[in-house]
T-cell receptor, first 113, second 112 residues
Framework: GESVGLHLPTLSVQEGDNSIINCAYSNSASDYFIWYKQESGKGPQFIIDIRSNMDKRQGQRVTVLLNKTVKHLSLQIAATQPGDSAVYFCAETGLYNFNKFYFGSGTKLNVKP | KAGVTQTPRYLIKTRGQQVTLSCSPISGHRSVSWYQQTPGQGLQFLFEYFSETQRNKGNFPGRFSGRQFSNSRSEMNVSTLELGDSALYLC???????????FGPGTRLTVT
């Protein structure tokens, strides 16, 4: 499969545990954020998004938290499963940036059965 | 509904050559964005097209160019290839006025 990063930080968790993946962003003008999951050999897959006027959003087994004060974003995955093993990226953009996203460097999640 | 398709999936070129990559967006999507992904630099935005017009571009040299056709299909071209252009090139499409992008599987370009 594709190698998306040779020196990515890695988070190893046991199946069934909760995972928390963190991301710091730099542009205080960013007002929209997305978390993506990328499996080997595939393009990034949308997981969940959040706008800057929110500080929390929940999806199925996933929650995104946004702290604009410290420019920090986190992705929480509940009851992590082996199928969640992948590289996770946060991405940010600003209003009227027409889909010009800035991506974080990524975190590799390794779920141990 | 078919996803974003990219062709070819793999490509090997020699330094100095040029290459054209193709992207077909999801039906109904008029915005197409291109990204370069490398182990060292991660995912970097190249440009975005909507209704055959480039609306935004990243910080890449002029050797990187693109276009979009009336059916929303897009191509990107890299001229005078350099070794550092070896990367996974990803295309993403979205409906206008939404940020939710759907990515294709990418084209793996290797420059030797």
């Amino acid at each position: 499969g594709e190698s998306v990063g040779l020196h990515l930080p890695t988070l190893s968790v046991q199946e069934g545990d909760n995972s928390i993946i963190n991301c710091a962003y730099s542009n205080s003008a960013s007002d929209y954020f997305i978390w993506y999951k990328q499996e080997s050999g595939k393009g990034p897959q949308f997981i969940i998004d959040i706008r800057s006027n929110m500080d929390k959003r929940q999806g199925q087994r996933v929650t995104v938290l946004l702290n604009k004060t410290v420019k920090h974003l986190s992705l929480q995955i509940a009851a992590t499963q082996p199928g969640d093993s992948a590289v996770y990226f946060c991405a940010e953009t600003g209003l009227y940036n027409f889909n010009k996203f800035y991506f974080g460097s990524g975190t590799k999640l390794n779920v141990k059965p | 509904k078919a996803g974003v398709t990219q062709t070819p999936r793999y490509l090997i070129k020699t330094r100095g050559q040029q290459v054209t990559l193709s992207c077909s967006p999801i039906s109904g999507h008029r915005s197409v964005s291109w990204y370069q992904q490398t182990p060292g630099q991660g995912l970097q935005f190249l440009f975005e097209y909507f209704s055959e017009t480039q609306r935004n571009k990243g910080n890449f040299p002029g050797r990187f160019s693109g276009r979009q056709f009336s059916n929303s299909r897009s191509e990107m071209n890299v001229s005078t290839l350099e070794l550092g252009d070896s990367a996974l090139y990803l295309c993403a499409s979205s409906l206008d006025y939404t940020y939710e992008q759907y990515f294709g599987p990418g084209t793996r370009l290797t420059v030797t």
